[in-house]
């Protein structure tokens, strides 16, 4: 069964420095998103994206995030200046483009970001 | 904007109980509303999903109701194991907003002893 992937699975890093995380959707779907769980607290939406723009982002995607998706498999979330507070599971989700129907996404397996 | 409101937990049972966990949501638009659990140091696996009024979503021995009039997705089993231990998290998405995303609820801790 196809399955959304995300690479490292754990990244640990110095406040400041820059981070980017990877995301392999699922090859057929075309919106894609980025979410983050602080350790214990709800999942947050942070971005979509779809036809190679954003369609959609939180307060929380301010201008230390972007997104690419620099070839046609890998759906990026780079974080420019990393904070301590940015420590969280980052979740990538896919999904295909439908018509009125059901929005399932398909979640990856999160990377855990360390900010020390 | 959309919001989706979970009952607190953490909730602890028995095995072989009978578990509820309330969930109701606000939407300006139509939703489709999921289940999702996740395991301890694990990501999210959808539980069950309904994408319209009165359909009832359901595995692995759960089930859940899409209330429209209560505006609810209440999650029930009917009887509990050990391995049911988990996070859940309710959502719902809105299927009238090309981007889709996905609100989630706080989440309630579910914690099954033998």
């Known amino acids: 069964e196809p399955e959304v992937t995300q690479t490292p699975s754990h990244q640990v890093t110095q406040m400041g420095q820059e981070v980017i995380l990877r995301c392999v959707p699922i090859s057929n779907h075309l919106y894609f998103y980025w979410y983050r769980q602080i350790l214990g607290q709800k999942v947050e939406f942070l971005v979509s994206f779809y036809n190679n723009e954003i369609s959609e982002k939180s307060e929380i995607f301010d201008d230390q995030f972007s997104v690419e998706r620099p070839d046609g498999s890998n759906f990026t979330l780079k974080i420019r200046s990393t904070k301590l507070e940015d420590s969280a599971m980052y979740f990538c989700?896919?999904?295909?483009?439908?018509?009125?129907?059901?929005?399932?996404?398909?979640f990856g397996p999160g990377t855990r970001l360390t900010v020390l | 904007g959309d919001s989706v409101t979970q009952m607190e937990g953490p909730v602890t049972l028995s095995e072989e109980a009978f578990l509820t966990i309330n969930c109701t949501y606000t939407a300006t638009g139509y939703p489709s509303l999921f289940w999702y659990v996740q395991y301890p140091g694990e990501g999210l696996q959808l539980l069950l999903k309904?994408?319209?009024?009165?359909d009832k979503g359901s595995n692995k021995g759960f089930e859940a109701t899409y209330r429209k009039e209560t505006t609810s997705f209440h999650l029930e089993k009917g009887s509990v194991q050990v391995s049911d231990s988990a996070v859940y998290f309710c959502a719902l998405s809105d299927k009238n907003t090309n981007a889709g995303k996905s609100t989630f609820g706080d989440g309630t801790t579910l914690t099954v002893k033998p």
């Open positions: 989700a896919s999904r295909e483009w439908t018509s009125g129907r059901d929005n399932e996404q398909f």
């Open positions: 309904a994408t319209k009024a009165d």
